[in-house]
């Protein structure tokens, strides 16, 4: 892992699609979005829930009211999904709509969701380019799995595993405060808490993770990045390598910088 800048910026979204940083930041105070710290992309955006990217470039967000947005490279405005009561977009080409009861993963398939208690609910979905595994995420910081576990992506050391249903994650007793946020890259996934550990499984060849190690091992369940315990304010992942923003106002990035990731 190495040190790439030192930054302030509080109110920055760091997002890595395919093998390059996309940089977003959302003004709160003009609202707006600069990209790459570039001119607005577009403006007058309020009620802001979430924002994800995903390749090549396209730019998802939710707003309040349930609805969700995309953005495509060069648009000047954003385009309405014809999706409502949206809660979380995920996925290569912003393919994966998560709703109150279902999850989208294309025109011709939704998975239900599992139940869960009455004061939670589900803030994120995720997966990979592959889409041969999902993960969700809950505001009380549960974590639900499912489909395929190749290089243990899924934090279970069982690689060979499938999970038909959403499963709740059951190797987490070890993390050490609630989960606020999940990314992933092509085969691995890393965790953040509450108070600023990060926690990461699957494939690390690169030392994309973090986790220091043989090259040719999977890190088989969710371990502890300890070059940067209790440090971590956000991440991000692409497809081999990581990279995290401290509270202090520090970047590190690990893995596979072969086109310039971390510039």
Request: aromatic share 10%; proline share 3%; charged share 20%.
């Amino acid at each position: 892992m190495q040190k790439v800048k030192s930054q302030q910026s509080s109110h920055s979204f760091s997002s890595t699609t395919n093998n390059n940083i996309l940089t977003i930041e959302y003004n709160n105070n003009e609202k707006q979005f600069l990209i790459n710290n570039k001119n607005p992309r577009f403006k007058n955006i309020k009620n802001l829930t979430s924002i994800y990217c995903d390749m090549p470039n396209n730019l998802n967000y939710v707003t309040k009211d349930g609805t969700g947005y995309t953005v495509k490279p060069g648009n000047l405005s954003s385009e309405p999904l014809s999706h409502k009561n949206v809660l979380s977009i995920g996925g290569t080409h912003g393919a994966l709509i998560l709703t109150k009861d279902k999850l989208k993963v294309n025109e011709n398939t939704e998975i239900d969701l599992p139940i869960i208690d009455s004061d939670d609910q589900f803030i994120k979905v995720l997966s990979s380019s592959l889409q041969t595994f999902y993960f969700l995420l809950t505001l009380n910081g549960k974590i639900f799995i499912y489909g395929e576990n190749p290089d243990c992506v899924l934090g279970i050391s069982n690689s060979h595993i499938k999970f038909n249903n959403f499963t709740l994650h059951p190797n987490l007793e070890h993390v050490s405060s609630k989960i606020i946020d999940l990314k992933c890259g092509y085969l691995f996934s890393i965790l953040r808490c509450e108070n600023g550990d990060c926690y990461g499984s699957g494939y690390n060849c690169y030392v994309n993770i973090g986790v220091d190690g043989r090259r040719s091992v999977d890190v088989k369940e969710y371990t502890l990045i300890e070059q940067l315990k209790g440090r971590v304010k956000q991440h991000g992942c692409g497809s081999f390598h990581t990279v995290y923003l401290t509270f202090d106002g520090e970047v590190y990035g690990c893995g596979l910088n072969t086109s310039g990731q971390f510039v």
